[in-house]
């Protein structure tokens, strides 16, 4: 079986800073992107970041220049640092493992984690 975990999330005031870690495991063979989505309430789920297994990131227009991603392939984990947060980044933040596949298994799934709650306080 395959586990997407999340963690790092937490209360903030706004201008601060959070950093989310997130670790795929199980028998993985390889993940081609890992992204950060994130939902508010009443609102759809969102793309924050996302970054391929090459390295290449899009980010979500709104949070350009506040958040960074990056990857560690080796552990199969993906970090997000934000950056000058705002009461409007206030969400559950959800991992997406991409074109995931495991080790004696055909074919790549997705895969989410379970989220993690992000509060920005004004």
């Known amino acids: 079986q395959v586990q997407v975990v999340e963690s790092g999330g937490g209360l903030v005031q706004a201008g601060g800073s959070l950093r989310l870690s997130c670790a795929a495991s199980?028998?993985?063979?390889?993940?081609?992107?890992m992204g950060w989505y994130r939902q508010a309430p009443g609102k759809q789920r969102e793309l924050v970041a996302r970054i391929t297994r090459s390295g290449s990131t899009n980010y979500a227009d709104s949070v350009k220049g506040r958040c960074t991603i990056s990857r560690d392939n080796a552990k199969d984990t993906v970090y997000l640092r934000m950056n000058s947060l705002k009461p409007e980044d206030t969400a559950v933040y959800y991992c997406n493992a991409a074109g995931l596949r495991v080790m004696g298994i055909a074919g790549p799934a997705d895969y989410w984690g379970q989220g993690t709650q992000v509060t920005v306080s004004s």
């Open positions: 199980g028998r993985i063979f390889s993940i081609d992107a």
